[in-house]
């Protein structure tokens, strides 16, 4: 059987609401991400963060989750602490919406292509996820979530067709992300109260 990972990387947030205080928001998006994949089947889930955000980690991760510590928060950092997996994937922290499927999705295309990437939504670089064989592929460049595209990674595969790129979603990375959150969609709670409360208003 084939053992699946998908890792939460609780990278540095750059963008927070007017009035929400920075760390109340980062870890609130992470809370909501590490809650969304506890609802996923068939892989097994973690967490990823450098040593001086472990606090964050201890903070919203479910009893019996895995942390693993890297030096700096990239993927290609994250796929290398990862041992005794056949699959992975590293998604970003700041997509509390996001729907488990979108997840699945990036997952599938492993049974017949190395690497699937999941873009971010909209205008702008950046991807929401990276899944991949493991052993991770020697021609997998360095990869950024905020910085990335699939056509670098396509450009750097021995061929374009081994790297699938799955349906986008969007990280919340400033006002025009934010205004796009339904809040009919079930889930986000940790995000939906922050934004609702106190400091929201203030």
Do not use: F
Not at 67 to 93: F, I, K, M, R, S
Not at 164 to 184: E, Y
């Amino acid at each position: 059987m084939t053992r699946r990972v998908v890792v939460a990387l609780l990278g540095p947030v750059t963008w927070s609401p007017p009035g929400v205080d920075p760390v109340d928001w980062r870890t609130a998006l992470a809370e909501d991400t590490v809650d969304l994949l506890a609802t996923l089947s068939e892989v097994e889930t973690a967490v990823a963060v450098t040593p001086a955000d472990r606090w964050l980690a201890d903070a919203v991760i479910w009893p019996g989750t895995a942390v693993h510590e890297v030096a700096e928060p990239t993927v290609n950092a994250v796929l290398a602490a990862l041992t005794g997996y056949d699959q992975a994937a590293v998604v970003a922290a700041d997509a509390p919406d996001l729907p488990g499927l979108t997840l699945g999705k990036l997952l599938r295309p492993l049974t017949s292509r190395p690497v699937a990437l999941a873009p971010v939504e909209g205008e702008g670089p950046g991807l929401l996820g990276v899944a991949t064989r493991l052993p991770v592929p020697g021609w997998l460049p360095a990869l950024d979530l905020d910085a990335a595209v699939p056509a670098d990674v396509r450009r750097a595969a021995p061929a374009p067709g081994d790297v699938a790129v799955t349906p986008a979603w969007r990280r919340l990375r400033g006002p025009a992300d934010l205004a796009a959150l339904n809040p009919a969609v079930e889930g986000w709670e940790a995000t939906r109260a922050l934004l609702s409360g106190p400091a929201r208003r203030s």
